[in-house]
């Protein structure tokens, strides 16, 4: 029997589906790329955008009419705000939080398919292979749950995590044999006007550090290059365990020491940190070891202060600006990624200019910008959207050709010179391979050598375009695979 998942939104979603894929595999099912020979049919959905719930609903009406022709189930976990999960209900077989994954061989059980690891009966052959939680709620519950009240509704918008930590427990399906992610919190206490998080995965909890250095040095020991700790504000790591666990820069400091003493070549790196929690000890830490990558990802979402102040984002751009000098003195070397939200509820042109104006003073390598579409349970889905579609897209396009000016001023200037790249695949140019160097500057370079996929290599770049760069492979002797 099969199954097959469908993966929305961010890295964090990504992260957790390996390991719902671990749950499955447990029970004996087998994953397909081909939805329409499996029996388990599922989805982690991300709520952030409309246009991702949009996916969400194509596919679940698909699915139901295939039910008349066969027995299967259906499910959606992932990032829900409680608006669509209601809706979900009356459409899934199965709707769960992540915290609830160590349930889902009993859910499924009951609900009637026998999984292949199932021995005997419905009742006996499952628990052997799940993680038991005799807490947790009664999975037919998931799908039967009766609607809220507008009452109930109010006084219960937040998640809760009581079971995040089981979940953890479960050791994912990673999904490429050289990069990985680590989840090292869940849910997020910053409260963004525009962000549906809290609402979707709860209040920020840490996740045990013994568990995350336990899950790096098998990961390190298992030879993997690129590994990336995910959380929706990592520098605020340990936080909501004040005195019985460490802070996120001793938390690099432990996988720095680590790295060193282990003698192994990898990288290690975070997304994303909040500015108001970022501060110079983590760059000194991450300055102090060779494993600890250089490149940051630190958010700005806008440059301007009466935006960001709508944003409910509690630092002003001077301030982002500060942690942006701390990264060029600690770190002159690394590559900065941000984020950037265009069409901001009322934002007007002059405060777009002042976003333009910080793409030119910060320059940065990346930015992933994001056109704004308010999303319920999130505070400005309140306010009106006055920013139309079509002035949205221009700000967009206008953004994009700005960065694109500065990313291929950064990779002209690495023309000429040689960079260790991790090999990650083959490109969409014919008969050459695609790379990523430390700070994640994509290099391209003639080779048909598939072997080198999952490798670090040296490149001399000899081209750049905005975006990427293009060179010819360098042979050296000392180079660790």
Known sequence: M?????????????????????????MGFETTENEAEANVLGIIACSVRQKGIDKVYSRVSKWNKWKQKKNLITFVS?????????????????????SDLPELPTMISQYGIVSPAGMQTLDAGLKDLVYENPTSI?????????AKTETEKSSSKLIKNENI????????????????????????????????????????????????????????NLGYKSITLLGQNVNSYGLDKKGKEIGFADLLETIGKFGDKSGKDFWLYFTSPHPRDMNDEVLEVIAKYKCLAKQIHIPVQSGDDDVLENMNRNHSLE?????????????????????????????????FANTKKIMSEFKYNMAYIAQYSPRPGAVSSRWKDTVSKDVKKQRYHELTQELMKYSLEYNKNMIGKTYKVLVRG????????????????????????ESLIG??????????????????????????Q
């Not at 999975?139 to 009766?146: D, N, V």
């Not at 969409?428 to 290099?443: D, N, P, W």
């Not at 290599?457 to 660790?480: H, R």
């Open 426 to 449: 083959k490109d969409r140019k014919q008969g050459f391979l695609s790379a990523l160097t430390e700070g994640k500057i994509i290099v391209r370079f003639a080779s048909g050598d």
């Open 319 to 351: 301030e982002y600006r500060k942690i942006i000098h701390s990264i060029w003195r600690i770190l002159p070397e690394a590559t900065i990624f941000t984020d950037i939200i265009v069409g901001f509820a009322e934002e007007n042109d002059e405060q």
């Open 78 to 98: 992932g990032c829900v705000l409680p608006s669509d999960k209601e809706q979900f209900l009356k459409l899934f077989d199965l709707v769960f939080t992540m």
């Open 455 to 480: 490798k670090y290599t040296f490149v001399e770049i000899t081209s750049a375009v905005a975006f990427s760069t293009e060179g010819d492979q360098i042979l050296i002797n000392n180079n660790k």
């Open 138 to 146: 009664n999975p037919a519950e998931f799908s039967l749950a009766e």
């Open 2 to 26: 099969k199954y097959h998942i469908v993966q929305l939104g961010c890295q964090m979603n990504i992260s957790d589906g390996e390991r719902v894929q671990k749950a499955l595999d447990d």
């Open 165 to 220: 930590e089981e979940f953890w427990h479960i050791i994912p399906k990673y999904g490429s044999g050289f990069e990985a992610y680590i989840p090292i919190q869940n849910g997020c206490d910053k409260f963004c006007t525009y962000c549906a998080v809290p609402y979707t995965r709860g209040r920020e909890v840490s996740r045990p550090s013994g568990e995350i250095l336990k899950e790096l040095e098998n990961l390190v």
